[in-house]
């Protein structure tokens, strides 16, 4: 199907203002909008894409979206847990298998590799990058327990698919996923 609108040049030229507009402090941009702004707890949002990516993985066995979702939530988990003087999940467990073990890690590879699946279906650098290798359902599991271990290190308050999650961990004990 083609899309065969004349050329407005008037819409042209409002997109490319508002686009310019973007360049101007936050602030000054919404100045003019007046209350319609509110202000969010970064820790509210993060729990909401966590609760979501719960449902899309499942429920809905959409595991890009659950992977996307709570990689979303987990580095923003991450990131307050660190600002408080507090250690990641990545990080404590890196100090547990250091304390436990002779060899020496590269811990900024170790981190990249964990992070490796969100964000190779985050980033798209060139045609090199079109295609993941992933395993969808594994790697979203792996965020989402990640992500939940640091909500409930940050002692949120556990929702019905936090608790649902946590007993779907517990099912996959003995076959796996």
Known sequence: MQYNKPFNENAS?????????????????YKPIG??????????IADEMLESAIESYLDGKK???????????????GK???INGGKDH???MLDLYESS??????????????????????????????YALLNPN?????????????????????TPNIIRFKAFIMSTRENGL
């Open 35 to 44: 209350n319609l702004m509110e202000k969010f707890d970064k820790l509210d």
């Open 80 to 82: 307050w847990i660190r």
């Open 13 to 29: 030229k409002q997109r490319w203002q508002g686009l310019a507009n973007c360049a101007r402090p936050l602030t000054e941009r």
């Open 90 to 92: 990545t990080t404590t």
């Open 101 to 130: 073990s002779s060899e020496v890690i590269d811990r900024k590879k170790v981190k990249n590799e964990d992070k490796r699946a969100k964000n190779t279906i985050k980033h798209f650098d060139n045609k090199d990058d079109r």
């Open 138 to 158: 594994l790697d979203s599991f792996m965020l989402i327990t990640e992500a939940v271990t640091e909500y409930i290190k940050l002692e949120r308050n556990e």
């Open 63 to 77: 595991y890009f979206s659950a992977l996307h979702l709570a990689g979303a939530a987990q580095e923003i988990y």
